[in-house]
């Protein structure tokens, strides 16, 4: 099983539509948690962080459910611009420092 | 933006040659990485920084080194090139070590033939 596992999509929605992408994680330890969007042949972009009380930034939010190990990314009223891959992140750092990136999500959102 | 580049941001290289990747940060953060890329993989870490001349291995360190010997400038190192180490190379910084949040620059595309 993956440290970390995103259903890769791709999902095809129109604009205006809401999608929700969730990931987990198989290490309880995990530490801190962080979404990344990724335009095609370009680095990663820091979206946002992830807490347990959950966050918000404008059409985006972020809920982390521990007892369940999962993270999911909210986008409401979605835009042509939000074509990306997004990926979901989960840091460690109990007997080593660990970053795990998942495969990514690939959303295309259409006219 | 977070000041960094990569040098170079192309390269093709024959097996068994060393190739030395450079990424350069004008913030004087601590924390340095490299990953790579590859298609189903996700990034996945070389190695990381915490200081000048603190480096620790990440989950893919086999076949590279690294180097920091001022503040900016993180060095990967290919001591022998393999067609296996074709990725794609992202260096990111960390500016709160504590919060883990990182941010990447702009990637170097590596082909080794």
């Known amino acids: 099983r993956k440290e970390v596992e995103q259903d890769p999509g791709p999902f095809n929605v129109p604009e205006g539509a809401t999608v929700a992408f969730n990931c987990t994680y198989s290490?309880?330890?995990?530490?801190?948690f962080f979404w990344y969007r990724q335009d095609c042949r370009k680095e990663p972009k820091l979206l946002m962080s992830?807490?347990?009380s959950g966050n918000e930034d404008g059409r985006f939010t972020a809920q982390l459910n521990r007892a369940s190990q999962y993270i999911s990314l909210l986008i409401r009223d979605s835009k042509l611009s939000d074509s990306a891959t997004y990926l979901c992140?989960?840091?460690?750092?109990?007997?080593?420092?660990?970053?795990?990136f998942g495969a990514g999500t690939r959303l295309f959102v259409k006219a | 933006d977070a000041g960094i580049t990569q040098s170079p941001r192309h390269k093709v290289t024959e097996t068994g040659t060393p190739v030395t990747l450079r990424c350069h940060q004008t913030e004087n953060h601590r924390y340095m990485y490299w990953y790579r890329q590859d298609p189903g993989h996700g990034l996945r870490l070389i190695h990381y920084?915490?200081?000048?001349?603190?480096?620790d291995k990440g989950e893919v360190s086999d076949g590279y080194s690294v180097s920091r010997s001022k503040t900016e400038d993180f060095l990967l190192t290919l001591e022998s090139a393999t067609s296996s180490q074709t990725s794609v190379y992202f260096c990111?910084?960390?500016?709160?070590?504590?919060?883990?949040?990182?941010?990447f620059g702009p990637g170097t595309r590596l082909t080794v033939t």
């Open positions: 992830v807490y347990s």
């Open positions: 920084s915490y200081g000048v001349k603190d480096t």
């Open positions: 990111a910084i960390s500016p709160h070590g504590d919060s883990y949040e990182q941010y």
């Open positions: 992140v989960v840091i460690l750092n109990t007997g080593g420092f660990k970053t795990i």
């Open positions: 290490n309880s330890a995990s530490q801190s």
